[in-house]
């Protein structure tokens, strides 16, 4: 194996991040984008496992405001991640990647069902493995699958892909241009601050099994390699990281010089 930093990563990809210059569905040349950058990290010897989104197909949230209920709105949304996996797998084999799709909704014409020791031994063989159907369960989000399975993964650490988001800031930077970036953050003041990156459970998760995640810019070329080789690519949350924010008087009391909202 080429010398990386982590060994076994999961990434997580919205289903938004699909649709590219569309406002609906999936746009292929996206798709075969997203396959190239796990292509690059698969050839280093890193073993790969992805949660995928369905957002781009169907939301949880949009069916309630058709007045469904919320759990069987939430299970079309699951069924949306699957068809997302579905595609994506095609995609990387035909790029010669050797994948499998495991979903937490039994869907044995398509997919595996989810297996926690088997999706383990697929990763040590090699095999990138997709995780579709979320948890299973309504009222969970993606985010919150994606923790999930990191931590029954054993991952090394959880990259969180975004948007022409290139990481955390301590303000919107699009309502503030003076918006600061932050290389990296704790656990303990990504939740004492309230910053939005990633649902409080999911974090939690993250925290407990003390898992790392990176939020970054997958539109940006090379970022999943860059970053499982060690390079600092957009924002690193961990247990014990100080922000560029903090800093320690003469009495060793910890000082914010700006407070992130």
């Keep these: 194996m080429t010398a990386v930093k982590f060994k076994r990563i999961l990434l997580k990809l919205s289903g938004e991040a699909l649709v590219g210059s569309a406002h609906f569905g999936i ?39 058709w007045g469904m209920d919320k759990a069987a709105a939430d299970y079309v949304g699951m069924l949306a991640t699957i068809m997302n996996c579905l595609i994506l797998q095609e995609v990387l084999k035909a790029k010669g990647v050797e994948t499998r799709v495991q979903t937490a909704i039994a869907m044995p014409a398509v997919a595996e069902p989810f297996i926690r020791l088997k999706a383990i031994r697929h990763l040590e063989k090699g095999r990138v493995v997709i995780f579709g159907g979320g948890t299973g369960n309504p009222h969970v989000t993606t985010d919150t699958a994606a923790a999930l399975r990191a931590a029954e993964m ?70 999943i390699e860059r970053i499982v080789r060690g390079e600092k690519v957009g924002t690193l949350v961990g247990a014990s990281l100080k922000t560029e924010f903090e800093t320690e008087n003469k009495t060793g009391t910890k000082e914010k010089k700006v407070e992130a909202r």
Excluded at 38 to 57: E, F, K, P, T, W
Excluded at 190 to 204: E, F, H, T, W
């Design 154 to 223: 054993k991952a090394d650490v959880l990259l969180m892909a975004k948007n022409n988001v290139d990481g955390i800031y301590d303000d919107d930077p699009i309502k503030n241009p003076s918006a600061k970036k932050m290389n990296t953050i704790s656990f303990e003041h990504l939740i004492r601050q309230g910053l939005k990156v990633m649902d409080p459970a999911g974090v939690s998760i993250c925290q407990q099994n003390n898992i790392p995640f990176v939020v970054f810019d997958f539109a940006k070329l090379g970022s």
């Design 27 to 65: 746009d292929p040349v996206i798709v075969n984008s997203i396959a190239d950058e796990v292509l690059c990290a698969h050839r280093l010897g890193v073993q790969i496992a992805i949660v995928v989104g369905g957002g781009n197909i169907f939301r949880g949230v949009q069916g309630s405001s």
